[in-house]
């Protein structure tokens, strides 16, 4: 893109680093895999130093990343939990959050098995109640992280509120937006000061890439996450850059898809006799539908229902053909797990249990394929 012209999300998307080699006009932009930069003199520089601290590549994803999100300063990953790690490093010992409970297992492993150590306090808490997360604010909570729609039960939480909320008890207000990405939910937009993404999902959308993603509101927040990534290093590697700027520009397309095909899905497993359950924003009968029709374009690509027995949920992903029993989620290709096992193995067992995370549920990312052979499948495992 040339000019400072005002584009749609859709077109900022698919022109991601177009124009910046001006050398060559390259319409895919180059991979700089230089680790280091030759100073043209001492005291000169071409903007260019070090790849961990920048890295040209690495430069366009992240400038890319911020303006996206309506952010000030996007930072990139190895991976989602290195993004949030790195997010955590910004606190300090006695420091305290609150942390929603329907929450990604692998971010609940690294809070409760490793930075408790360091002193971090957590209170997790049912996010989708406003008051709840209210009376478990301390004098030494400085922030709120919130996942929305939950996981694995896609629970619904009030950005505007818990943003509000935020803003009078001044904290610090970070949204993990995995499950929607950019095109479907803007938690900036809410007062969100921290957007947190695990990229190895619909960023990446090819179950190709592992990546993660912090995009700061401000600009002073943004140059302090800055300082942590530079100091400890978790960035993503330029080819890998480049795999997500490439995947960022079909974006909105695969969103739209997964979205239709997951409300179909979901609309089917509503009706089916062996299923118990079925926890999916866009259904009328979700406790989170008009909320989620205020805060976000659309329902995203993930659902999770509950079968008769344990034993048929083992059957279920037995019996699979098209979509693979694996962890995960977001890409092109439909993947279900069991996340009482898998995802969420980490969760000690009563913990779980008390959040609905028993071995009957399964978590289906809905993929690209043709909607009608991902219904012949379930319809197949689910059996007569
Ligand atoms: C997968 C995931 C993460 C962790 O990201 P990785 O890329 O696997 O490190 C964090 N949050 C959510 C919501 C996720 O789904």
């Not at 993404?197 to 993603?213: E, M, P, Q």
């Not at 509950?306 to 989620?329: G, Q």
């Not at 439909?334 to 995370?357: K, N, V, W």
Request: proline letters at 4%.
């Amino acid at each position: 893109m040339k000019s400072e012209q005002k584009y749609s999300l859709e077109t900022h998307l698919v022109q991601l680093g177009v124009g910046t080699d001006e050398r060559t006009g390259a319409i895919s932009p180059p991979i700089h895999l230089s680790a280091t930069y030759r100073h043209p003199g001492v005291g000169e520089s071409t903007g260019y130093d070090y790849t961990r601290s920048i890295n040209p590549t690495r430069e366009i994803l992240e400038k890319g990343l911020a303006e996206l999100e309506g952010g000030a300063r996007g930072l990139a990953f190895s991976s989602g939990m290195a993004a949030l790690t790195t997010f955590f490093l910004h606190f300090t010992q006695g420091d305290h959050m609150v942390v929603s409970e329907d929450l990604y297992g692998g971010t609940y492993r690294v809070l409760d098995q490793i930075f408790a150590n360091f002193g971090l306090k957590v209170t997790y808490v049912d996010t989708t109640n406003t008051t709840a997360v209210a009376e478990a604010i301390t004098k030494n909570t400085r922030a709120l992280l919130v996942e929305t729609p939950g996981n694995p039960l896609l629970g619904i939480s009030d950005l505007a509120a818990l943003g509000q909320l935020c803003r009078e008890r001044k904290l610090l207000f970070a949204v993990d937006n995995t499950f929607l990405s950019p095109v479907l939910q803007r938690p900036c937009e809410f007062g969100a000061d921290v957007v947190i993404y695990s990229a190895t999902k619909y960023l990446g959308g090819h179950n190709d890439l592992c990546a993660g993603v912090l995009v700061a509101r401000e600009e002073e927040l943004g140059d302090q996450l800055y300082f942590l990534q530079n100091s400890t290093g978790a960035v993503l590697p330029p080819f890998d850059c480049w795999l997500l700027l490439r995947s960022l520009k079909t974006l909105t397309l695969r969103i739209d898809r997964h979205c239709l095909s997951a409300m179909l899905v979901a609309s089917w497993l509503e009706q089916h006799p062996k299923v118990t359950d079925i926890y999916y924003p866009g259904l009328k009968s979700h406790p989170g539908h008009e909320l989620s029709c205020k805060q976000a374009k659309g329902f995203g690509g993930m659902l999770s229902f509950r079968v008769e027995s344990d034993e048929l949920a083992r059957a279920v992903l037995k019996r699979l053909r098209l979509i693979s029993f694996a962890e995960s989620l977001g890409g092109v290709e439909s993947l279900m797990t069991l996340p009482a096992i898998q995802t969420h193995g980490d969760i000690p067992e009563a913990e779980r249990l008390r959040l609905g995370i028993c071995e009957s549920l399964l978590r289906l990312s809905v993929g690209t394929e043709s909607v009608e052979d991902i219904i012949a499948d379930l319809e197949q495992a689910l059996g007569d």
